[in-house]
């Protein structure tokens, strides 16, 4: 029986009929694969968020009913993400823009002289913040197996001189989808007196998440991964750090008192909590879409959504090791388990070119490049002879440095499974056949220019 007569797409989401053109002029249903970067917003979150809209109001302060009502979703869309992550008693909720934006504020309050720990084969997200808050940072060599993971860890703690001292983790990695050991370097990190903070934009998504199972200390991730748009993330965890800290923005909303002083200074008093960190008004519909994301995802089950996904991943990757011109990376192995997102190189193809060719040849919408993750995906590809290509190749970063990149695809609770039976069709006849069609560098892009005279070639 095949995939498509076995398993549907267990949550709607929108987007799920747009009919896209092909190079040739025909139209095709769009396969959206690039969960990774951008879940498509959940029908549930839509109608929830269209069914608010006419009660938009202020947050806070307002004595009008939208005021109110719109007061009372947010901090009630508060609560509902404190109960999808089973965070502690004491801990909080702080509505931000993104992943990228909670880390940042992390990083602001985290106390001058704590060491950071982090793997160098993190998401620039989870990478990148602590260095430039002023932050001493330990990068660790990517591991090639769980138990590496935690040993090094376990040894660069051991090293490490006394002071404060903290752990940024994935919880799956962005590039190969590989599910990270969070609870063993969380007891590890714990064991050595340094606190966690957990990347799961990639895992929240996927997986259910407990904060108080895995005993991490703070966990972030994005609204625009779990299938709510609107541009807000999440930060929560432990306050007492957060609670000590200046605030992340200084304005509205996160003052207590603001005072003149007789010398003519302004004298200020800042809340604690969530208020503290949310200065400004704040993006209620963006929170509120968070909330019902996490109650669709939670009413769905995990259970099912997990299972049905391994399902799809299976799938993909029994289908592309079938295609010997196919390398998919990995750093902890083949039977590693990884959540819905995965990627790879193709022997004789520059990524940009035949990701170019899966858009515009099948309808197909994959991304090409480094992921935002560049240490990683060097790591991954090492040696590996990347195909020249006439449109579409990545200059290198640096002055001498090889043009690498890799293609990545990504699916989850709203992907059909027809989507990826095509996937793995489209790439069996490229490997095969070659692109219909030759591609030029437009704008950086990689554009369709000429149909291929296929019995010229052939001949």
Same mark, same amino acid.
């Given at each position: 029986m095949s995939l498509s007569t076995e398993i549907c797409a267990p949550l709607a989401v929108l987007g799920h009929d747009v009919q896209v053109p092909l190079a040739s002029g025909e139209k095709v249903g769009y396969a959206a694969l690039d969960y990774a970067a951008s879940a498509p917003a959940l029908q549930r979150v839509w109608d929830d968020v269209a069914a608010y809209a006419p009660y938009y109001g202020s947050v806070h302060r307002g004595a009008g009913y939208l005021s109110q009502l719109s007061t009372d979703l947010f901090e009630q869309s508060r609560r509902t993400v404190a109960d999808f992550l089973d965070l502690r008693d004491g801990d909080q909720v702080v509505f931000t823009r993104a992943t990228t934006d909670s880390l940042n504020l992390l990083a602001s309050a985290v106390p001058a002289g704590t060491r950071v720990f982090a793997f160098e084969t993190e998401h620039h997200a989870s990478l990148l913040p602590w260095a430039h808050a002023g932050l001493e940072v330990d990068y660790l060599r990517a591991p090639r197996s769980r138990a590496e993971a935690v040993a090094a860890l376990d040894a660069a703690l051991a090293a490490a001189p006394e002071g404060p001292k903290l752990l940024c983790v994935t919880g799956a990695s962005n590039v190969t989808g590989e599910l990270w050991p969070v609870a063993e370097l969380t007891a590890t990190a714990h064991r050595h007196g340094a606190r966690v903070v957990l990347d799961a934009a990639q895992l929240a998504p996927h997986h259910r998440v407990s904060v108080r199972e895995l005993g991490v200390d703070w966990i972030a991730f994005s609204g625009h991964k779990l299938y709510a748009p609107f541009g807000a993330g999440v930060l929560? +965890?432990?306050? @007492?750090? #957060?609670?000590? &800290?200046? /605030?992340?923005?200084?304005?509205?909303?996160?003052?207590?008192? %603001? *005072?003149?002083?007789?010398?003519?200074?302004?004298?200020?008093?800042?809340?604690?909590?969530?208020?503290?960190?949310?200065?400004?008004?704040?993006?209620?519909?963006?929170?509120?879409?968070?909330?019902?994301?996490?109650?669709?995802?939670?009413?769905?089950?995990?259970?099912?959504?997990?299972?049905?996904?391994?399902?799809?991943?299976?799938?993909?990757?029994?289908?592309?090791?079938?295609?010997?011109?196919?390398?998919?990376?990995?750093?902890?192995?083949?039977?590693?388990?990884?959540?819905?997102?995965?990627?790879?190189?193709?022997?004789?193809?520059?990524?940009?070119?035949?990701?170019?060719?899966?858009?515009?040849?099948?309808?197909? +919408?994959?991304? @090409?490049? #480094?992921?935002? &993750?560049? /240490?990683?995906?060097?790591?991954?590809?090492?040696?590996?002879? %990347? *195909?020249?290509?006439?449109?579409?190749?990545?200059?290198?970063?640096?002055?001498?440095?090889?043009?690498?990149?890799?293609?990545?695809?990504?699916?989850?609770?709203?992907?059909?499974?027809?989507?990826?039976?095509?996937?793995?069709?489209?790439?069996?006849?490229?490997?095969?056949?070659?692109?219909?069609?030759?591609?030029?560098?437009?704008?950086?892009?990689?554009?369709?220019?000429?149909?291929?005279?296929?019995?010229?070639?052939?001949?």
């Open positions: 929560a +965890g432990r306050s @007492d750090w #957060l609670d000590a &800290a200046e /605030p992340y923005l200084a304005g509205g909303g996160a003052t207590r008192t %603001v *005072a003149r002083e007789a010398d003519g200074s302004v004298a200020v008093q800042w809340h604690t909590g969530p208020a503290r960190h949310e200065a400004g008004s704040p993006n209620v519909i963006g929170a509120y879409a968070i909330a019902s994301a996490c109650r669709a995802l939670t009413e769905a089950g995990f259970d099912a959504l997990e299972a049905r996904e391994r399902l799809l991943v299976e799938r993909l990757t029994a289908g592309l090791a079938e295609i010997p011109q196919v390398k998919v990376l990995s750093l902890f192995g083949p039977d590693s388990a990884r959540v819905g997102v995965l990627s790879f190189v193709v022997q004789g193809w520059n990524s940009s070119h035949f990701s170019a060719a899966l858009s515009a040849e099948y309808g197909i +919408g994959v991304r @090409d490049g #480094l992921f935002c &993750a560049h /240490p990683l995906v060097r790591t991954l590809l090492g040696d590996e002879e %990347v *195909a020249p290509s006439e449109c579409g190749a990545p200059e290198p970063s640096l002055p001498g440095e090889r043009s690498l990149n890799a293609i990545r695809v990504s699916f989850g609770a709203g992907t059909p499974d027809e989507h990826v039976e095509r996937f793995l069709t489209a790439v069996r006849e490229l490997v095969t056949d070659g692109a219909a069609w030759n591609y030029r560098n437009e704008g950086g892009r990689c554009v369709p220019t000429v149909e291929v005279d296929r019995s010229r070639r052939e001949g």
